[in-house]
């Protein structure tokens, strides 16, 4: 049963950063993505990352944001740049099969 658990969100001002971390209990072998999900709005696919290292980003990153991953420490990462108000959301880590970490929240300060 594999467990994953999501830190580093906060609240920044219009501009700032924030370094999210997903922290596997045990080795994930496929894909780990990050989603966002805003009040009144449906959760949405950021960014995603193959274990060997193939990486896909929403095109609301637009550059802004670069996803990771440490094979040898289960953790993904995800670095938040230039951050805007409307990327307030609490940001999921997800892994294959239905895998749900509980969420960090990230707020942005206009």
């Known amino acids: 049963q594999v467990q994953l658990v999501e830190s580093g969100g906060g609240l920044v001002q219009s501009g700032g950063s924030l370094r999210l971390s997903c922290a596997a209990s045990?080795?994930?072998?496929?894909?780990m993505s990050w989603h966002r999900q805003a009040p009144g709005r449906q959760r949405e696919l950021v960014a995603s990352?193959?274990?060997?290292?193939?990486?896909t980003y929403a095109d609301f990153v637009r550059g802004r944001f670069t996803i990771s991953r440490d094979n040898a420490k289960n953790t993904v990462y995800l670095q938040l740049n230039s951050l805007k108000p409307e990327d307030t959301a609490v940001y999921y880590c997800?892994?294959?099969?239905?895998?749900w970490g509980r969420g960090t929240q990230v707020t942005v300060s206009s």
């Open positions: 990352i193959t274990r060997e290292g193939r990486i």
């Open positions: 997800y892994a294959p099969v239905g895998i």
């Open positions: 045990r080795s994930i072998l496929s894909v």
